[in-house]
């Protein structure tokens, strides 16, 4: 590698001031953010994001799912090397979960621009809709239509919880682009991310170099009981659809632990009606988030759940209904992007080590359609969806040469 690419190095200042600016946009206590996917506060973000990509001489296109892309010159001529991620965050989010690897992205760009240098394949920044899945499920939402998962009809009539569709919000914020999903297949992607887990802080490794990522299902469960006095109703009488939530809870708890290995189980929602302290609940709508590295486990736990909630159904005299809101199959990235970004790591110097993905990303969705990886920082303490997420500066700015190195790499190939 000549001189001037060995000394290539991204302007880390004036990267955290980018970083910094976003965060200012659905700012909350503790330094983190609350953008969720196509509320005016995800509108400001992404106006924000899109006014650096125009500062920085890229041709930005949006297309009819709100995705956003930035690009440099030649991009219709040959497929450009991209990168991107997210900058919609879930409402107790961090300031650098999606955000990050957008913003270094931009970076990238803006480092090859200062110095002169031309990669042999232009480049694209993108950034994705509602990846988060907090509002609009499924999650990864944009990347999965971009990628042909989703028909693009389906995906606008998706409606959040007060009835709002993705279409007309999309329409409301001005991000209802004309551009087909799917319009640019790139010669690879690469997503820089911070873990959100608890690995490379431990190990006090910088890099992750991601191997694959695991299996997601969603669902919402609706139980319905029936309302009575919280005083004089016998328990042998009560049809109690808060109990069937709790108990599906710690269900859930258990069995992640019965199970071991890679699985996990979270149920993060649980609203009850009508919610009051003396009246027994007539209706609990919860959901269930489980995930595992192995296909056949996570269908395993998909079918231990469903025994259960038939079981407690039966026993307590409730009806239960199960809507599916996402499930994605583990995601095996391509091993010649994971190689180069160990080799990268490497290269200057950096801990690193394979990995996988706890968390869903939008490169699980362009795996459909190129060579994808990613590349970690390491999340102090593990900490994500949590607006003490914190990654230190030295690692961002590691994670973002080597994106910088990683994508010179790829558009040489
Ligand atoms: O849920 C996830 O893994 C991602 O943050 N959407
Ligand atoms: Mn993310
Ligand atoms: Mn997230």
Redesign the pocket.
Known sequence: MDATLGALRIDGPRMMRRIAELAAIGAIEGGGCARLALTDEDRRGRDLVRAWMLELGLEVRVDAIGNVFGFTRGWRETAPVMTGSHVDTVRTGGRYDGNYGVIAGLEVVQTLRDTGIVPARPFCVAFFTN???SRFQP??LGSLVHAGGLALEEAHAVRDARGASVGDELRRIGYLGDERPGFVVPSAFVELHIEQGPILDAEGIAIGAVEDLQG?SWQEIVVTGQSNHAGTTPMRLRRDAGHVAAATASFLHDLAWEMGGAQVCTVGRIELHPNYINVIPARATFTADLRNTDEALLRQAEARLAGFLEAIAARTGTTVEARRLARFEPVAFDRGIADLVEETARGFGLGVRRMTSG??HDAQMMARICPSGMIFVPSVKGISHNPAEHTEEPDLVAGANVLLRTMLALAAR
């Open positions: 990846e988060e899945g999650d990864m997601i968390a869903g």
